[in-house]
C-alpha cells in the first residue's frame, strides 16, 4: 500500500516568508508524528497527533511554528517568519495507536526547507 | 530526561568485515529499542525494533541486535559488509505506547571496496 507522502519535496524560500509543508499518513495510521533534522544532527521531535488532537507540542521551537490535523488524514506544519536556522529536512511518521506495547512509526521522505 | 547515545558518528568498514554500530540509552525502566536506516535524499526504514520479548533481535538486510539491560546498550551488528550497506543509521528509544522516538545523532556507515 501508499507509505507516508510529504509535499513540497523541496522547498527554497527566503528569510521571513510564511511556508507550510504536508504529511498525508498512511490510511488508518491515527497516530502522526513531525520531526526536524538539521545537517549533521540526530532528529528532533515537534509535535504529536492523536487523531486530530495534538497532546505533545513540546517540541516545536517557537511559537512561529504550528500545526494541525484534519481528522486522522492529512497534517500541516506551518512556519511564520522563516529564519535561517529553519533550514533542516522536515520529516512525517505516521504509526497505529498502541494500546499496548508500541507499534513502528512509518516515515515519509521529508520536506527539505531551506532559508534564503 | 531520556537520551540515546551513539558512539562514532562516522564508521568505516572494508567490504565482507564485521559491522558493529554502538547504542547506549538512559533509563532506569525497560525500553522500546530501535534501529532505523537512513539512504542519502530518503525517509528512514526500520531495521528492527526490540519490544521486550527475545534480547536478541534480527532485521531486515542481515542485521541483528541485541539488548543487554545491565550495560543499557542496544547495538546493532551485520556480520559481512556490503557496499548497499553504506547509510546513515540511527538508534532511537520510546518508553510507552505512542510517545515520540528519542533519537541519537546518527552513525555514517561508509563500506569500502
Known amino acids: ?116 | 530526561a531520556q537520551s540515546v547515545t551513539q558512539l562514532g558518528s562516522h564508521v568505516s568498514v572494508s567490504e565482507g568485515a564485521l559491522v558493529l554500530l554502538r547504542c547506549n540509552y538512559s533509563s532506569s525502566v525497560p525500553p522500546y529499542l530501535f534501529w532505523y536506516v537512513q539512504y542519502p535524499n530518503q525517509g528512514l526504514q526500520l531495521l528492527l525494533k526490540y519490544t521486550s520479548a527475545a534480547t536478541l533481535v534480527k532485521g531486515i538486510n542481515g542485521f541483528e541486535a541485541e539488548f543487554k539491560k545491565s550495560e543499557t546498550s542496544f547495538h546493532l551488528t551485520k556480520p559481512s559488509a556490503h557496499m548497499s550497506d553504506a547509510a546513515e543509521y540511527f538508534c532511537a528509544v520510546s518508553y510507552s505506547g505512542n510517545t515520540p522516538l528519542v533519537f541519537g545523532k546518527g552513525t555514517r556507515l561508509s563500506v569500502i571496496a
Open chain 1, 1 to 116: 500500500g501508499a507509505g507516508v507522502s510529504q509535499s513540497p519535496s523541496n522547498k527554497v524560500t527566503e528569510k521571513g516568508k510564511d511556508v507550510e509543508l504536508r504529511c498525508d499518513p498512511i490510511s488508518g495510521h491515527t497516530a502522526l508524528y513531525w520531526y526536524r533534522q538539521r545537517l549533521g544532527q540526530g532528529l528532533e521531535f515537534l509535535i504529536y497527533f492523536q487523531g486530530n488532537s495534538a497532546p505533545d507540542k513540546s517540541g516545536l521551537p517557537s511559537d512561529r511554528f504550528s500545526a494541525e490535523r484534519t481528522g486522522e488524514s492529512v497534517s500541516t506544519l506551518t512556519i511564520q517568519r522563516t529564519q535561517q536556522e529553519d533550514s533542516a529536512v522536515y520529516l512525517c511518521a505516521s504509526s497505529l495507536t498502541a494500546t499496548g506495547g508500541v507499534y513502528e512509526q512509518y516515515f515519509g521522505p521529508g520536506t527539505r526547507l531551506t532559508v534564503t
